[in-house]
Nanobody, 123 residues
Framework: QVHMVESGGGLVQPGESLRLSCAAS????????MMWARQAPGKGLEWVSG????????YYEDSVKGRFTISKDFAKNTLYLQMNSLKPEDTALYYC????????????????WGQGIQVTVSS
């Protein structure tokens, strides 16, 4: 049975950092491309960052480039999102997701999803 459990969210002030984790089980972690997506209040789901199946490539939504870093730990079967210089507009429910391909750019391609974790950036 597939499980993807996010952790590391919370309430921080603008400019601070958080690291989200997504512990995955029930599938071969190394065979899946992965991503982080988010949904802000009153808005639709948007992708934030993705990483290739083997971890050799990554991509970011423009508003988070230079601030967020995605990574895969194959020994721990865990996906991370290091978020620095957080802004109020980063406030959202963040989801990790897995896709059975080398790289996947469409939300609909992702078959496994976590339950989401709240990140709130406010002074």
């Amino acid at each position: 049975q597939v499980h993807m459990v996010e952790s590391g969210g919370g309430l921080v002030q603008p400019g601070e950092s958080l690291r989200l984790s997504c512990a995955a089980s029930g599938f071969n972690f190394g065979d899946y491309a992965m991503m982080w997506a988010r949904q802000a209040p009153g808005k639709g789901l948007e992708w934030v960052s993705g990483i290739y199946r083997d971890g050799t490539g990554e991509y970011y939504e423009d508003s988070v480039k230079g601030r967020f870093t995605i990574s895969k730990d194959f020994a721990k079967n865990t996906l991370y999102l290091q978020m620095n210089s957080l802004k109020p507009e980063d406030t959202a429910l963040y989801y990790c997701a897995a896709c059975s391909g080398y790289v996947c750019y469409e939300l609909n391609d992702y078959s496994y999803w976590g339950q989401g974790i709240q990140v709130t950036v406010s002074s």
